[in-house]
């Protein structure tokens, strides 16, 4: 029920534990195979969340609320979902709907769903203001964001002949800039 090398492990720590309960088993697996990490590292890692570009508020909301779930707060008094609720709007990946969720009246006293339906609400606005959908804009690259510059050309103040003002090489596009003496 476990990798060889967990398996081989767990028989060298202890060869009799075929002979023991699966309660035991499992509980030597858990011990072998599961590496403990600290609370503190959890919620620090928590803490730095930040949104993709391309990624929309709701997968982002899950992604802190997953990661929430790791860090061992307790329900007792209720601050996990103020908690999540902070962490999802200040690692907001746009400055301007970040702002615009910060400064909505009675920010602190409303439902995580509704300031998510609102964030939502400004990416869909934001995203249709740019022109293109935000998973078309990332998967362009970006000669194709800018253009094919190679063939622009330019005139010599000194002789008024014509000259490349970009060139492509393998490294990407050189500049070449006139020189005046």
């Known amino acids: 029920c476990c990798d060889d090398d967990v398996a081989d492990d767990i028989l060298k720590e202890d060869p009799?534990?075929?002979k023991g309960s699966v309660k035991d088993l499992l509980a030597s697996i858990k011990r072998i195979a599961v590496l403990p990490v600290a609370k503190s590292v959890k919620r620090a890692e928590l803490f730095s969340l930040k949104q993709q570009v391309d990624e929309p508020v709701r997968s982002f909301y899950a992604r802190v609320k997953g990661k929430a779930e790791t860090c061992g707060f307790s329900s007792k008094c209720g601050c996990k979902r103020m908690i999540?609720?902070?962490i999802t709007i200040a690692g907001l990946a746009d400055i301007d709907i970040r702002r615009d969720a910060m400064s909505l009246p009675n920010a602190d006293d409303k439902?995580?769903?509704d300031v998510l339906t609102i964030i939502e609400a400004r990416e869909t606005i934001h995203n249709a203001l740019l022109g293109e959908d935000i998973h078309v804009r990332a998967a362009k690259s970006t000669f194709k964001r800018e253009g094919d510059k190679t063939g622009l050309s330019g005139e010599c103040p000194k002789?008024?002949?014509q000259f490349?003002?970009?060139t492509a090489s393998r490294k990407g596009l050189i500049r070449h800039r006139m020189l005046f003496a």
């Open 111 to 113: 439902p995580l769903e």
């Open 16 to 18: 009799g534990i075929v």
């Open 84 to 86: 999540v609720k902070d």
């Open 164 to 166: 490349k003002l970009y």
């Open 159 to 161: 002789c008024g002949g």
